[in-house]
């Protein structure tokens, strides 16, 4: 997960944002993160644990660890909270979980690893004032479900919108997970003729991420559908095939 910023220092991280294990009670498990200098030159990076949580509006909430009830941040020792990469240069850096000896509930839990790349402080004989240098932090997902066979996510449809995004007609379509198991679903459109009930067509998003307690805005271009006053289907489906389904009314406007 990317987070602010514009890319000065050319640290990458090369083994996705996302990792998740399948854990049970009592048992260790270890990860790790490749990181790479692309810069022609050398750079301090730091690695700490940050609670994590989003909305459908686009808040993002970084905050200490076990602010989040399902934080499995005090699981996780990092080998080291600071690196220096040479220019080009490629290193890893370890994490182990250990999953508490007594069970957890049934369900998914996370913290976020953040990368951080630091700024060396150079003094400077410009004007008084102080220089604020922008950087890439990267915010890697450790998500460990325990015992997922007795959880499930619980998807509900917050609200759908019908606006113009970058020229084209875009249904935005909000869903939390009110469950307690992380899935990545993606969101199914299905357009109808008011009078008739034929079916004119199915557009679907991308499919994301979605943590318990969390919500997220899914995007679907429907720019082919003429303006008019249409019925729909909203399907939400996740890899393990969980599909909910909510019937709307839907105005398609030429503006």
């Known amino acids: 997960m990317l987070q602010f910023g514009f890319l000065q220092a050319g640290i990458v991280v090369l083994n996705g944002l996302t990792h998740t294990y399948k854990v049970e009670n009592g048992k260790v498990y270890k990860g790790k993160i490749a990181i790479e200098n692309t810069g022609n030159s050398s750079q301090n990076v730091k690695l700490f644990l940050q609670d994590f949580t989003y909305k459908a509006d686009g808040s993002i909430y970084y905050t200490a660890i076990h602010t989040n009830n399902r934080s499995n941040g005090e699981w996780i020792r990092l080998n080291t909270n600071l690196i ?9 850096v370890f994490y182990e979980i250990t999953v508490p000896d007594q069970s957890p509930n049934p369900g998914s839990y ?3 690893i953040i ?6 402080i150079k003094p400077s004989d410009d004007k008084a004032g102080v220089n604020i240098t922008s950087v890439i932090r990267y915010a890697i997902q450790v998500i460990t479900d325990f015992e997922p066979e007795k959880a ?5 449809f917050e ?6 995004e970058d020229g084209k007609q875009t249904a935005k379509i909000a869903i939390a997970n009110n469950g307690n198991l ?3 679903p993606s969101v199914t ?4 003729n008011r009078q008739t009930g034929e079916r004119l067509g199915s557009y679907t998003s991308t499919a994301m991420g979605l943590l318990p307690q969390t919500s997220k805005s899914f995007h679907i271009d429907i720019s082919k559908v003429p303006a008019n006053q249409y019925k729909a289907v909203l399907i939400a489906t996740d890899e393990e095939d969980n599909a909910f389904a909510l019937n709307v009314e839907l105005e398609v406007k030429n503006d």
Do not use: F, M, N
């Open 159 to 164: 609200s759908v919108k019908i606006e113009k």
């Open 189 to 192: 459109i299905e357009i109808y």
């Open 115 to 120: 990368v951080e790349p630091v700024e060396d």
């Open 182 to 184: 992380y899935c990545k």
């Open 84 to 92: 220096t990469l040479k220019a080009k240069e490629k290193t890893e």
């Open 152 to 156: 499930k996510p619980d998807l509900k």
């Open 110 to 112: 996370w913290s976020v």
